[in-house]
């Protein structure tokens, strides 16, 4: 059974046990969802100057595209409105900021007819957030910034909540990710050759669900979910935000969704921050996540890699 959750109001506690059961909520536009999507859109427009950045992709090589794009996706991360927008949106939906931690948001596009599928507009295959080492406790928040339809949106799929898959997570160490794959995306125009864990197996995809939300709606849902990127066929570049968040509690214990087939080594987990001071994990609950000990380097995303 899978249930989408609009508007709910249930606390945050109760919304963390349904959406580790598999269901997925979806919230209205908020103040604070606004602000977030007007701060996205100003550095966008800025940066295409001028230029619809829903069209842009028509006007210019895609060469120029990426030139344009790679860097945003940096500045958008580092910039000192960001962090604080984020806080506020998990503060207006009930989260306890002393137990939530969050990572740093990216901003995404996907480009329209197939112009670039890549690196830096990398649509993403079939996968679980937590075949490239996310903890089974993390939650996946998206939000579009403009408007979206369902040709360029995200697919969930469900028939894979329950049944796991043969896949590559076991090949997958987020240290080496880190190393190596991050900064080469902008190089990655026409094909990407950068190692991602991909279904070993032949995937039913349909049916798919797909939720196509207003401008700063959002879409919430566990790091375990099967989920793809759309191949966008609308006819314009649909550009996104999403960040991650986890709570201590269930990264204290282990705990989350069920782990039916992720396999993958190292963590994720040094990326998060506290939502009240932005202070990082402490090390002991995430060495529990380490098996065989952390890496000496490479454990934290660093956001001026950020090309994915
Ligand atoms: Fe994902």
């Known amino acids: 059974m899978h249930t989408v959750y609009f508007d709910s109001t249930v606390s945050d506690d109760d919304r963390r046990k349904r959406l580790y059961e598999g269901q997925i909520f979806v919230f209205s536009p908020k103040p604070s969802t606004i602000a977030l999507v007007n701060h996205a859109r100003e550095m966008i427009e800025e940066a295409f100057k001028g230029l619809d950045p829903k069209t842009a992709q028509f006007e210019m090589s895609v060469e120029e595209y990426v030139a344009i794009v790679a860097p945003l996706k940096p500045q958008f991360i580092h910039h000192p409105k960001t962090k604080g927008l984020i806080q506020d949106i998990l503060r207006e939906l009930n989260c306890n900021l002393e137990e939530t931690y969050l990572d740093v948001p990216r901003l995404r596009m996907v480009t329209s007819d197939g112009y670039l599928t890549s690196g830096v507009g990398y649509a993403h295959h079939p996968h679980r957030d ?12 998206w939000l579009p910034i403009y408007d979206i339809e369902s040709e360029c949106s995200m697919a969930f799929h ?25 900064a080469n995306a902008a190089q990655h125009i026409k094909s990407d050759t950068r190692k991602q864990p991909h279904a070993a197996q032949e995937l039913e995809l349909n049916p798919q ?23 966008n066929t609308s006819g314009f570049s649909r550009y996104s935000i999403d960040f991650r968040t986890v709570n201590i509690n269930e990264v204290r214990t282990m705990s989350g969704a069920l782990n039916i087939d992720s396999s993958p080594t190292g963590t994720s987990l040094r990326d ?20 065989g000990g952390p890496a000496k380097e490479h454990l934290i995303f660093k956001p001026e890699l950020a090309q994915v």
């Open 130 to 141: 937590t075949w490239y080492s996310a903890p089974m406790s993390q939650f996946n928040w």
């Open 209 to 231: 669900v797909r939720i196509v939300c207003p401008p700063g709606g959002i879409v919430l849902f566990s790091g375990a979910q099967m989920h793809s990127t759309v191949p």
């Open 158 to 182: 469900p028939r894979y909540w329950a049944e796991g898959v043969e896949n590559e997570s076991n090949e997958f160490n987020y240290y080496d990710w880190n190393k190596t794959s991050r």
């Open 272 to 291: 998060f921050m506290r939502g009240s001071d932005l202070s990082r994990m402490p090390e002991e609950v995430v060495a529990q996540y380490d098996v």
